[in-house]
């Protein structure tokens, strides 16, 4: 997979690019990466990036130019590339947008700053528009940084073991299971038995109960769109009939 970004703060992307499963990832191959810095296609002994509004009004907007020129010649690089603008109107980012990012070999990521870019530009050159949530960051860099972790990860071979990402909470609409690892015994608290117990089916059992309940409790909205199956209505029922039993026990 080849991921670009344009920015003019290349080097803000140096250490992401050389820590942990990212850095593995372009070692293996599995990942270029480059970071582009706009100033470069700008023209003029200060290389000016931004401009005032047109019809004026507060902060400054992305010149187009330099832009322009940054994304084409990322493209005569990929040119199959599918060109990403990071910004807070774009839409909203979650699991099921990183899969299907995962399948692309190619994207451009724009990283926004000042207000905007030219409409121009976002008219003739970008293709789609993301968002990380409904909060204004200083520029789209954090932004296409975590779209570049949760996409990377998806990619096969990235993460050694091919299972540890369909495991994922959100990847089957339900958080991820309670984990635990050695001490059997930390400040008091034991590893439920199940998980000692080598029993493989009655451990799955455990995981599918224990990733309903932290739904349940941490993500409640998940469960309203889900659609149970015959085990997880089972395990729902069993619950059911605990409240009734405590609720009856009260009154
Ligand atoms: N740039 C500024 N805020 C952003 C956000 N919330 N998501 C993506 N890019 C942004």
């Known amino acids: 997979m080849n991921f670009s970004v344009l920015t003019i703060f290349p080097g803000m992307f140096d250490d992401f690019a050389s820590h942990g499963i990212i850095r593995r ?17 700008a023209e003029g002994r200060h290389r000016v990036t931004d401009d ?8 400054m907007v992305m010149k187009p130019e330099p832009l322009a020129a940054a994304i084409k010649a990322a493209k005569d690089i990929n040119p199959e590339g599918k060109t990403i603008l990071m910004s807070p109107q774009g839409r909203r980012f979650d699991q099921s947008e990183a899969q299907a990012l995962a399948s692309f070999r190619d994207i451009v990521f724009v990283c926004g700053r000042y207000e905007g870019v030219d409409e121009r530009v976002y008219e003739n050159y970008i293709d789609d528009e993301l968002s ?10 954090l932004a296409a940084m975590v779209v570049m972790d949760a996409v990377i990860r998806l990619v096969p071979g990235v993460l050694g073991n091919e299972n540890s990402s369909a495991s994922d909470s959100f990847s089957d609409g339900l958080l991820e299971h309670a984990h635990y690892t050695r001490p059997d015994v930390f400040e008091g608290k034991s590893v439920p038995e199940v998980l000692l117990s080598g029993h493989h089916e009655n451990i799955e059992d455990w995981r599918t109960e224990s990733a309903l309940i932290r739904t349940f409790l941490k993500r409640p909205d998940l469960m309203l769109e889900r659609h149970f199956s015959e085990q997880e209505k089972q395990i729902l029922q069993k619950w059911q009939r605990y409240l009734e039993t405590l609720i009856g026990d009260n009154s």
Do not use: K, N, Q
């Not at 005032?52 to 507060?58: A, E, V, W």
């Not at 990380?132 to 860099?141: A, F, K, P, Q």
């Open 25 to 41: 990832a372009i070692e293996s191959g599995c990942l270029r990466f480059g970071a582009v810095d706009i100033r470069d296609f």
């Open 52 to 59: 005032r509004p047109y019809g004026g009004g507060s902060g």
């Open 132 to 141: 990380i949530g409904d909060y204004v960051l200083t520029g789209g860099e």
